[in-house]
Nanobody
Framework: QVHLVESGGGSVQAGESLTVSCAIS????????MTWFRQAPGKEREGVER??????????DSVKGRFTISVISRDNARNTLTLQMNSLKPEDTAMYYC????????????????????WGQGTQVTISS
């Protein structure tokens, strides 16, 4: 079983930075896709940035040049997924979720929200202008 626990959310001013983390416990398969999603009130959940087992990352246009995803692996059963967010904007305000999908049969970027098997509980990020 795989468990995901997010942390690091909070409230900051526009232009400031924040890092959210996701502690992932449980053994990973040889191929995986780890993704940060976010959902603002009244809006659909959207993929923000994702990374696969090869270290290849893809990101939404709205966060290009501002957000960076990374994975810190202590061993196969303990990994931390982080999202460094710089130059934050009020429109970045949302609940941020980490999610993991294993045993890929296509590109990480091709998977949608419904495809992800494991989810964290979410962490709130609020940006004030």
């Amino acid at each position: 079983q795989v468990h995901l626990v997010e942390s690091g959310g909070g409230s900051v001013q526009a232009g400031e930075s924040l890092t959210v983390s996701c502690a992932i416990s449980g053994y990973l398969s040889s191929t995986y896709c780890m993704t940060w999603f976010r959902q603002a009130p009244g809006k659909e959940r959207e993929g923000v940035e994702r990374i696969n087992n090869y270290g290849t990352s893809t990101y939404a246009d709205s966060v290009k040049g501002r957000f960076t995803i990374s994975v810190i692996s202590r061993d196969n059963a303990r990994n931390t997924l982080t999202l460094q967010m710089n130059s934050l904007k009020p429109e970045d305000t949302a609940m941020y979720y980490c999610a993991v999908l294993f045993n890929l049969n296509t590109n990480c970027a091709d998977y949608g929200v419904a495809d992800f098997t494991y989810w964290g509980q979410g962490t709130q990020v609020t940006i004030s202008s």
